[in-house]
């Protein structure tokens, strides 16, 4: 009867598999869960194994069982004008008369805000008013008073109503990849970039996977130990801070150097101006060069990450003698030290500040430099892709 609710995981972005689903149904034939809120915790247990996916799987939640649609936004996020949510609810404020027709361009943008947001806290603090699979009679599997033989019951005299209450307050939202880029939320992401050593004896609690096999065995505890991981990444960040361009980047970009720096224990900064030649320079004022056939040297298992908007004159990445620098009469253009630095270092990834949506609008360079490195954009979701492309790279050459 949840098979529903399963594809609507996915939907939004849940990665289930069957594995989780079957988690989920042994719970449930063991009569784990009694009621809503107990459906809420447990299938959030089953289902959901990291953190950015919290925020889905109670925005899904809420729509599935209790009718109630929320955007993908925290409260005072402008984002919200742009979500389908928002416009569903000013087209029907409108009709019922709550906004008028002719003053809500007039209206301030925290107004419309604040009456959208009470209008979603109302809904949720109306908890029978579901129009999915709430009921209270009838042969519904969900509700009470009813006549289904194998049901869960809802809302009646059962429970504390908790389950709406958690999603209401949206404790994970920012941890959610659709969201900006923020202190905690990049620190949480760059969390998952590993290249960890297990040393030592089983003597560290392993808590997740202790609750998860807790929940599969009933209820008993089964404590499980892991060796302490040792993190041995080596970390090089390539940082374009020259130019015009990159203005506009420049907090975002400060912001992530901070974070990394304090991440991660074997952590090099350089800087460059444009695109990379034969060397780079140690300071942002770009006075300390290093040859970059030194950088060549580290070891092949190094994760480079460039962050630049890939963004100049063709001439510059392309041509031999091509440097900006009018000391710099290398032959090699631009385009071979890139070629070079990627057949060189599997881990790399290009970070890119300009919103994905804008490159193919014709900057060729971005295009030439995206057909040697994989590309993201720097937001929270290009943190965790490139995260997730890197793992993957190291399991691939592991």
Not at 13 to 27: K, N, T
Not at 203 to 230: S, Y
Not at 265 to 288: G, L, M, S, W
């Amino acid at each position: 009867m949840l098979t529903g609710f399963c594809n609507l995981l996915r939907e939004y972005g849940v990665p289930i598999s069957l594995h989780e689903i079957m988690d989920l149904h042994r719970g449930l034939k063991k009569g784990l869960v009694n009621d809503l809120d107990e459906l809420f915790v447990f299938g959030r247990l089953a289902m959901v194994k990291r953190v950015e996916h919290m925020d889905l799987y109670q925005r899904a939640f809420a729509f599935y069982f209790y009718g109630i649609d929320l955007p993908a936004v925290d409260e005072g996020d402008p984002e919200l004008f742009k979500t389908a949510q928002f416009q569903e609810w000013l087209r029907k404020a409108i009709q019922k008369g709550d906004i008028p027709r002719n003053a809500y361009w007039n209206m301030p943008a925290e107004e419309l805000m604040k009456k959208f947001w009470e209008t979603m806290k109302a809904q949720m603090k109306e908890h029978h008013g579901g129009n999915k699979w709430i009921g209270t009679g009838g042969t519904s599997p969900f509700g009470h008073s009813g006549q289904s033989e194998r049901g869960i019951r809802v809302m009646g005299s059962s429970g504390g109503r908790s389950a709406i209450k958690v999603i209401g307050d949206r404790n994970y939202i920012n941890y959610s990849a659709d969201q900006t880029l923020t202190a905690d939320n990049i620190r949480q992401a760059l969390e998952s970039l590993k290249h960890l050593k297990k040393t030592g004896p089983e003597d560290e609690l392993d808590l997740e996977e202790t609750i998860r096999k807790t929940a599969r065995n009933g209820g008993e505890i089964d404590l499980v130990f892991r060796r302490e991981l040792k993190d041995k990444i080596k970390i090089v960040l390539l940082i374009d801070n020259g130019g015009y361009s990159m203005t506009p980047y420049v907090d975002i970009t400060r912001l992530l150097f901070s974070k990394m720096h304090a991440r991660f224990k074997e952590f090099t900064t350089y800087y460059f101006h444009n695109t990379i030649y034969n060397r780079v320079y140690k300071d942002p004022a770009r006075t300390q060069p290093i040859f970059t056939e030194d950088l060549l040297k580290k070891s092949r298992d190094t994760r480079f990450l460039i962050l630049g908007d890939a963004s100049m004159a063709p001439e510059e990445l392309v041509h031999p003698h091509g440097s900006i620098y009018m000391d710099d009469f290398q032959p090699d253009s631009s385009l071979e030290w890139l070629k070079k630095l990627k057949k060189r270092f599997p881990y790399i990834v290009w970070m890119n500040p300009i919103p994905q949506h804008e490159w193919d609008i014709g900057v060729w360079t971005l295009d030439k430099i995206r057909e040697i490195f994989h590309m993201e954009e720097l937001t929270l979701r290009g943190i965790k892709q490139t995260v997730d492309h890197l793992n993957s790279r190291s399991e691939v050459d592991h």
